[in-house]
């Protein structure tokens, strides 16, 4: 059974460019959460997909987009980056026939640098 | 808003001592409580949890109480190995999800 999987695992972008994070759930799993964690710090939430809608946001900005497919995988945007978007990016998945929603299963992250 | 407090670390300790890493948290109703470790170079892994005041969380030698009246989610393990060795944060869910910074933990042979 694999479990969460994300790509690319490394990313390195300019500034004003844009970027696109994917991310597929682990098996029996229907809702997709994405976070950022910056260097020495704890996630933070941006939001979650839940039947192929953003059902919750954190504190983002529209510069951060989403996506969820029907087959429950999820994309991640961020358009204009910026220096500060430099991070470890975590998607985990939940719920369905899998497990709770509450309780989550993390990918290994891919990390993105912007210059 | 919502919010965990962990105690900042590193924390230090030989094989076989006594762990504490101390939790807080803020809500305006009643989360559950959860510990995630994230060893150096992995995504979080899920430790324990408690969904409700008085619940203990245990996996792996691990264990934490929820305790409402103090707010608090403390993880203890009664003889820590070098495996163990890793980053531990302290989270909430409510209606968003809410995680503390994190401690990390060194364990010496």
């Known amino acids: 059974d694999a479990g969460v999987t994300q790509s690319p695992t490394h990313l390195i972008k300019t500034r004003g460019q844009q970027v696109t994070l994917r991310c597929s759930p682990k098996s029996g799993h229907d809702t997709v959460s994405w976070y950022q964690q910056a260097l020495g710090q704890g996630p933070q939430f941006i939001f979650q997909?839940?039947?192929?809608?953003?059902?919750q946001r954190g504190n983002f900005p529209d510069r951060f987009s989403g996506h969820q497919f029907p087959n429950y995988s999820s994309e991640l945007n961020v358009n204009a980056l910026l220096l500060g978007d430099s991070a470890l990016y975590l998607c985990?998945?939940?719920?369905?026939?899998?497990?709770?929603?509450?309780?989550?299963?993390f990918g290994p992250g891919t990390r993105l640098l912007v210059l | 808003g919502d919010s965990v407090t962990q105690m900042e670390g590193p924390v230090t300790l030989s094989e076989e001592a006594f762990l504490t890493i101390n939790c807080t948290y803020t809500a305006t109703g009643y989360p559950s409580l959860f510990w995630y470790v994230q060893y150096p170079g992995e995504g979080l892994q899920l430790l324990l949890k408690?969904?409700?005041?008085?619940d203990k969380g245990s996996n792996k030698g691990f264990e934490a109480t929820y305790r409402k009246e103090t707010t608090s989610f403390h993880l203890e393990k009664g003889s820590v190995q070098v495996s163990d060795s890793a980053v531990y944060f302290c989270a909430l869910s409510l209606y968003i999800p809410t995680f503390g910074r994190g401690t990390s933990l060194i364990v010496h042979p």
């Open positions: 408690a969904t409700k005041a008085d």
């Open positions: 997909y839940y039947e192929e809608e953003e059902r």
């Open positions: 985990a998945s939940s719920g369905g026939s899998g497990g709770t929603q509450e309780t989550q299963y």
